[in-house]
Every structure is written in structure tokens, then in C-alpha cells.
């Protein structure tokens, strides 16, 4: 049982990261951020309930991702654990969510702090490109897919993210350090926090994150789940 966060602000390569991460453990991706997307797309309730805190970069309130959330971990690919992207964001939502596995008979094993320049993260967002279909991303520069404009996986036109214009952008990354950063002193007293470099190219970052996993699991106090 693995139940992981991948933590950091915008930009910083979690869904880049959770690609390979969730083939590694055999554990599923739940990104809320991707969640929403989805909603949006198929043109849900939920999804116009979401979509104008999405467009102007604001946190979702948190008893419609709370529950977003509780939703997901009825499915049955999550009992061999979890990889959390871009949740929890609030400390209410970390507090919530401990409660969620603590029912569960689970808690949290690691929270990954990927660290990025602000100044690299605009520049990532500014180039992203994202598969509409599985959520992938890629960076024409940075991380280019294999077709230019296809997705590697699905072979889907790759779309540009509305919220990654430049104003959309800085406005999340302050929202981030505002509202989200307070999570990390929520994980640090519970000792899960890995810092990571998350600068570098992306498998020298991969490799970083899974020697602070593994470090982590082979740490004797820490293993009562794993
Ligand atoms: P969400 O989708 O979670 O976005 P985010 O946290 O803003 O993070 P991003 O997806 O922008 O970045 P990422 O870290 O995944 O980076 P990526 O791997 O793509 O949230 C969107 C919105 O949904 C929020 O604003 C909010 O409205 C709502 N929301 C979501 N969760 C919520 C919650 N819990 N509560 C309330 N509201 C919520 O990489 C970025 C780019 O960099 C890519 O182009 C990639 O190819 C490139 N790249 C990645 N790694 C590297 C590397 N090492 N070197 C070079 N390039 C790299
Ligand atoms: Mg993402």
C-alpha cells in the first residue's frame, strides 16, 4: 500500500512525473486538476460548477473537491494506494483527507516537494502542451512528443491549456503560495515531506523522486503500511 502526494506549484512537472510514477508502483493517478478538466469537457454540472474558478486560476472550494475526491477512492483501482497530483491544496483539504484514509485504515506514506524557480515555471506553462484525452503533458522545447502536436500514448491533437496564459499563469502561482504552500507545515510535523530539485531534465528528476521514495522506504519507522 503506497499513498503519495505529489506536491508543488504550478509548472513544477507533477503530471509529467506521475506519468512514469503510477506504471513504476501500479498505482493509479488522481489529479484533480485533470478531474475537473474532464467534467469541463463532457460538459457536466460539475464541470460548469468548476470551470470559471479554473479559467481565472483559483482554488475550487474545497467541499467540491473534498467530494470530487471521496468519489474517486470508491473506485476499486485505488486499494493498492494512490498518487495524489495537485491535492491536497488547502490545509481543510489535507485535514479532510487524512480523516478519508484514516477511515480507510491507510495514511499518508510521502509528500513529494518538487521545487522550481518561479521564473522556470512560467516559462514550462507558457509551452505546455496537453493531451485532452489522457491528461498527458509536453513542451515542444523542453519535452517534445515523439509527432509534433500528437500525444505519444493515444495519438490525440495535443490543445493548449486555458489557464496557462502568461496573467492566468502568475495568478496561480500566487494562489499556490498563498493557500497551498501552508500544506507543506501540515505534512512536515507528520515527517513525510521529501524535498526534491525539481529542476534538471525530466528523468534526472524522476531519478531524484524515486531514490526519495525508496530512501523513505527503507527507513524502518516509516514502513507500518508500505
Ligand atoms: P492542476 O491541473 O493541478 O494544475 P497545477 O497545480 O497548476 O499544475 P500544473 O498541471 O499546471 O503543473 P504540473 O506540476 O502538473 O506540471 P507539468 O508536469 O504539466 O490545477 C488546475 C486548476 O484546477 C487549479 O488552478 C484550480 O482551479 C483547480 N484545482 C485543481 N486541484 C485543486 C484542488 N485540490 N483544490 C482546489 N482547486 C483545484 O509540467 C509543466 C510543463 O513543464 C510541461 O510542458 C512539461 O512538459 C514541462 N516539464 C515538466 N518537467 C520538466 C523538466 N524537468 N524539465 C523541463 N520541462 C519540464
Ligand atoms: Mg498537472
Redesign the pocket.
Known amino acids: 500500500m503506497l499513498n503519495l502526494t ?1 506536491f ?11 506519468a512514469f510514477l503510477t506504471g513504476h508502483f501500479g498505482i493509479p493517478q488522481v ?4 478531474l ?2 474532464s467534467e469541463i469537457k463532457g460538459g457536466t454540472p460539475l464541470g460548469g460548477r ?1 470551470k470559471e ?2 479559467d ?7 467541499d467540491v ?1 473534498l467530494e470530487v ?1 471521496r468519489r474517486r477512492l470508491e473506485a476499486p483501482d485505488t486499494d493498492r494506494g494512490v498518487l495524489f ?6 490545509v481543510a ?1 489535507a485535514e479532510a483527507l487524512d480523516s478519508m484514509l484514516a477511515s480507510m485504515d491507510r495514511r499518508m506514506n510521502h509528500v513529494i516537494f ?1 521545487q522550481v524557480p518561479t521564473e522556470m515555471l512560467v516559462n ?2 507558457a ?4 493531451c485532452p484525452r489522457c491528461g498527458r ?3 515542444p522545447k ?2 517534445p512528443p515523439e509527432h509534433d502536436g500528437l500525444c505519444d500514448v493515444d495519438g490525440t491533437a495535443l490543445v493548449m ?1 486555458q ?2 496564459r502568461p496573467e492566468t ?1 502568475r495568478r ?1 502561482i500566487g ?2 503560495l498563498e493557500q497551498t504552500l501552508p500544506v507543506l507545515a501540515h505534512y512536515r510535523q507528520q515527517s513525510v515531506v521529501r524535498d526534491v530539485d ?5 528523468d ?2 524522476r531519478a531524484r523522486i524515486l531514490r526519495a521514495i525508496k530512501g523513505r522506504r527503507g527507513e524502518a519507522h516509516d514502513q507500518p503500511q508500505d
Not at 525539481?198 to 525530466?202: A, M, P, S
Open positions: 505529489l508543488g506549484p504550478p509548472g513544477s512537472g507533477k503530471g509529467t512525473q506521475a489529479s484533480t486538476g485533470d475537473f478538466r468548476v474558478y479554473l481565472r486560476g483559483d482554488l475550487v472550494p474545497d473537491t475526491v497530483d495537485g491535492f491536497p491544496r488547502t483539504q518538487v514550462r506553462m509551452g505546455r502542451l496537453t503533458t509536453y513542451h523542453l519535452a491549456r489557464d496557462d499563469a496561480r494562489v499556490y525539481g529542476t534538471g531534465g525530466i534526472e528528476v
